[in-house]
């Protein structure tokens, strides 16, 4: 469309150029033969006005539109920009979170990025890509600044592979936060658990925050696993059920950090 524009302005100035040496050349053969020369005058003037100004509307279309060519492409360009700003704000937000989070722990905290996702059947695990100089091994447990990821299983160069607690063969020892409850948590759904050994008769409320009981040696003690949403019992059977939402929203995890349970500050 632009280029159609261009050969129109090129095509409009030669003809207006044309028509301007053409009453050049009437004005002057009858500049001084005809007595009329005033009436020729204003007749020349009149219809270069009529012609003229077509053309200078059109024009003034043109630069209209040229302008708003040039308006939408700054507007596109600022549109980027203000994404690319609200992207870095929300990243500083989740890392502060993080080095707030970090600062509060006796354990030595290692950044680190995800990178994927592995949706195999009945597997739940993430990718991160690591520093090369971290030590990261096998076991050290993942963590958000809401609660517990889940471990490492496995670490390559730059990468590492982390076991979600969402894995169905994922499991920790556990404890009731209010109550003192103590059990095992083990994946059972997506972004669900239950806690496996809780007596009937055991204090246990629909909102209570499960956390890890440290009575292993491979998750420090008070790492949050979630909040009991659902308790199912029946006075015939010796343990209740409590399932326990996740506190991590995986989704939307993009900064974890790893936790080197072996260098204890």
């Keep these: 469309m632009s280029r159609f524009f261009k050969k129109y302005d090129t095509l ?11 009453l050049s050349l009437i ?8 007595e009329n020369n005033a009436g020729i005058h204003l007749i020349a003037f ?52 993080l080095l707030g989070f970090k600062s509060m722990q006796m354990y030595p905290m290692i950044p680190a990025k995800v990178i994927g996702y592995n949706r195999q059947a009945g597997i739940s695990a993430i990718q991160l890509e690591i520093s ?35 894995d169905r063969n994922f499991s920790a020892a556990a ?5 003192r409850v103590e059990a095992i948590y083990q994946a059972k759904e997506e972004e669900v658990g239950q806690l496996i050994g809780v007596h009937h008769r055991s204090d246990v409320l629909q909102g209570d925050v499960v956390v ?11 790492l949050v696993l979630g909040v ?17 939402k996740s506190a991590v929203e995986f989704a939307k995890l993009e900064e974890v950090l790893i936790v080197n349970t072996e260098d204890v500050l």
């Design 212 to 222: 890890t009981s440290g009575m292993n040696s491979l998750f420090p003690v008070g």
């Design 175 to 179: 404890r009731v936060q209010r109550s």
């Design 27 to 34: 004005l002057m053969f009858y500049g001084d033969k005809n």
């Design 46 to 97: 009149v219809m270069l006005d009529k012609i003229n100004t077509p053309i200078l509307a059109l024009q003034q279309v043109l630069n209209t539109e040229n302008e708003n060519s040039l308006l939408k492409k700054e507007n596109a360009f600022l549109q980027m920009q203000l994404s690319r700003l609200k992207e870095m704000e929300q990243e500083n937000g989740r890392l502060r979170e």
């Design 132 to 166: 090369r100089e971290a030590k990261i091994k096998k076991n050290m447990p993942v963590l958000s600044a809401r609660g517990l990821v889940g471990k490492v299983l496995q670490v390559s160069g730059r990468y590492a592979t982390c076991q979600l607690v969402t």
């Design 12 to 22: 409009r100035d030669y003809s207006l150029l044309s028509l301007l040496l053409l």
């Design 228 to 244: 009991v949403t659902r308790i199912e019992k029946d006075e015939r059977e010796l343990f209740q059920k409590v399932y326990v």
